[in-house]
Structures are given as structure tokens and as C-alpha cells.
């Protein structure tokens, strides 16, 4: 039923060889989980039970495992692969033809316990706190989009929507050394979050014809690439419309409907039109590690912390975008 958070009893389950029982620490909502929520999400069915940003304490390991022990602090990358597939044999595994996510088709982390595949699971470093590691999840998703860019070093990009990964994209950019990075979002507390970040230039674009602004101030080689993290048709459209002939929009919003675009204009500009999905194991421990290293702001982005049982509540307010980045759920306390 869409709308609704009930929470159930349900048996602490067992694990297998090579699996892990986690108890579960903190759990991030996100966009997709919202959409889920609202019946919209076009591939998450409901009922689901919530969750993939998290952290966890090791509670049990399974027979075969010998590198984790019960009382490890973890976070876990929520793919569940085949393994078997082409892609998933390349590495590519993101892109499983299989794939499914904890907290989407399979059991997600919005519970006191978890099993889940012992590959999945990352350690947390000791300078980071259990809290601030369910940031690597939506962090993740940033590392993955701006390597999809391919080099990014002096170019110009213009990130589309402030949101977690439009801000997590940011970071990203800044680090692979972009020159010009214009952003837009409807928000002006978000976009003030990412010139904390290192925007060089911000747009409301409840304010002002954004197009125009950017097309009007943009250098000499014009707009190299596009990251488009809202999944609406207008900022698609938008990004077909400013991004330079011969560029790149890198897809990373989640678009609930179908869309209508201007493919005459990708044809006869020779864009790209790139899809950037979750990340692989590489680029988690890459956030894992930017995030010990402080290279991302923890309270710049999470908002309020708010216990399991408000589940509901919390649900709720992060539909209130100018007030809420990121809603974590305490789901067990930290002892
Ligand atoms: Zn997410
Ligand atoms: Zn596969």
C-alpha cells in the first residue's frame, strides 16, 4: 500500500556459509526509497521493506568466513548479483542482467537485522563514524557518474539538480579537476550547499531562465558536459539544450515516467547520452575512503537523525526538499 510504513515482527534469520548477519546501525532514506513510498518507483514493487545506505555491527558470520568478525563495524554495497551474466564476468556487475538491490527487490536495512552476501561488505575505517558511513552509499553514486564522464580535468560541466547525488556529483567534479561548474536546482538553500562545495557559479532556476543564463556566460568551448540528477523531462530536455556539439549528459536521475526528448538534436550534435547506474565495489571504498579522509562534509548533508520507530514521520518530512537533504534512521542504538 502505498503511503504507508508499518513495521512487523519478523524471526532473526540464520546465515548461510558465506554470509553475515549484520545488525544494523543507521540507515539513509533516499529519492528512490521516497519514490517507492509513493507507489512510483518504476522498478520497485510494493511491499518492500526500505533500506540501502547503511551501517552496520557484525553480529554472526557464516561458516566459510574467516577476513570479518561479530562486532565489526561495516557498511555493505546492496547489489545482488548473479555472477554469471556477461557483465557481471567484465566486472561490470552494476549493470547485472539480474541485479537486484537490498531494500528494493530484496530485504533492505530499514530492520534490526540483515543477512546479506559476505562480498558485499566493506569495513569501516576506524575514522569514521558508523553514522557518517551511510554517506558511502549516495556518495558512491557520484564516484560512479563522474568516472562514466570519462576525463573531466579543465572541463566545463554543468551539474543539474542539488540534490544527495547532484551534491555527491559536485564533490566528485571538483576532484577530477573541472574548470567551470555551473549548478541548478530550485532550492536556494541546496544550491548554497553547493558552492560550500566548490560551484563556480549557482542558478535558481525558480528565479531566473536558467538556459539562457548558462548559455549567454558560458566560455569559449561551451558546456562539455551535462550531469542531469533529477529525472524530470525538463532538465533532460534542458541538458540536450545547453550542452555543447560533440558532449556528453551523463544520466543519473531516477525518471519515474516516460520522457520525451528532442533526438533530432543528439543525432545532428553527436551528443552522448550516457546512463549511470549505482557503482561497482571500487567506487564505494573510494567513497568509503573520501569520507574518512574528510573530503566530504557529513553535516552538510545529513540533515536529522531520527529513531526506526518514527519511520512514518521521517518518511514524510523528506518530501519537505527545502528542509531535508538527508534523513538517516536510527534503527539500533550505538551501544
Ligand atoms: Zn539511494
Ligand atoms: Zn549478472
Not at 97 to 105: K, P, T
Not at 314 to 325: P, R, S, T, V, Y
Request: proline share 5%; net charge negative; aromatic share 6%.
Amino acid at each position: 500500500e502505498p503511503n504507508k510504513v508499518s513495521i512487523e515482527e519478523v524471526e532473526i534469520p540464520e546465515p548461510k556459509s558465506n554470509e553475515i548477519l549484520l545488525e544494523i546501525a543507521y540507515c539513509g532514506i533516499c529519492g528512490s526509497d521516497l519514490h517507492a513510498f509513493r507507489g512510483k518507483h518504476p522498478f520497485i514493487p510494493l511491499p518492500a521493506t526500505p533500506g540501502h545506505e547503511f551501517s552496520a555491527i557484525i553480529e554472526k558470520v557464516g561458516k566459510n568466513i574467516s577476513h570479518f568478525q561479530k562486532g565489526d563495524k561495516v557498511t555493505v554495497e546492496p547489489s545482488l548479483t548473479c555472477g554469471e551474466c556477461y557483465n557481471c564476468r567484465i566486472g561490470r556487475y552494476n549493470i547485472c542482467e539480474n541485479l537486484r538491490v537490498m531494500g528494493c527487490q530484496g530485504d533492505g536495512a530499514m530492520a534490526d537485522y540483515l543477512i546479506v552476501p559476505s562480498e558485499k561488505v566493506i569495513p569501516i575505517p576506524d575514522e569514521l563514524s558508523l553514522l557518517e558511513a551511510t554517506l558511502s552509499e549516495p556518495i558512491a553514486v557520484g564516484v560512479h557518474a563522474v568516472k562514466r564522464a570519462g576525463v573531466l580535468l579543465n572541463k566545463n560541466v554543468v551539474i543539474i539538480g542539488s540534490g544527495m547525488i547532484g551534491l555527491s556529483v559536485i564533490i566528485n567534479v571538483v576532484k577530477a579537476g573541472a574548470k567551470e561548474i555551473t549548478v541548478t536546482d530550485l532550492s536556494d538553500s541546496r544550491l548554497k550547499k553547493a558552492e560550500e562545495l566548490g560551484a563556480t557559479q549557482t542558478i535558481n532556476a525558480t528565479k531566473t531562465d536558467a538556459i539562457e543564463e548558462i548559455k549567454q556566460n558560458q566560455p569559449y568551448e561551451g558546456i562539455d558536459v551535462v550531469f542531469e540528477c533529477v529525472g524530470v523531462e525538463q532538465s533532460i530536455r534542458d541538458a540536450i539544450e545547453i550542452v555543447r556539439k560533440g558532449g556528453k549528459i551523463i544520466v543519473v536521475g531516477v525518471f519515474g515516467e516516460e520522457t520525451k526528448i528532442q533526438m533530432a538534436y543528439v543525432q545532428d550534435r553527436e551528443l552522448e547520452l550516457i546512463g549511470s547506474l549505482m557503482y561497482t565495489r571500487r567506487d564505494f571504498t573510494e567513497a568509503v575512503q573520501m569520507l574518512a579522509n574528510k573530503e566530504v562534509p557529513p553535516e552538510l548533508f545529513i540533515s536529522k537523525i531520527m529513531p526506526l520507530e518514527k519511520a512514518q514521520h521521517a518518511f514524510e518530512q523528506a518530501f519537505n526538499k527545502e528542509e531535508n537533504l538527508k534523513i538517516i534512521l536510527e534503527v539500533n542504538k550505538e551501544k
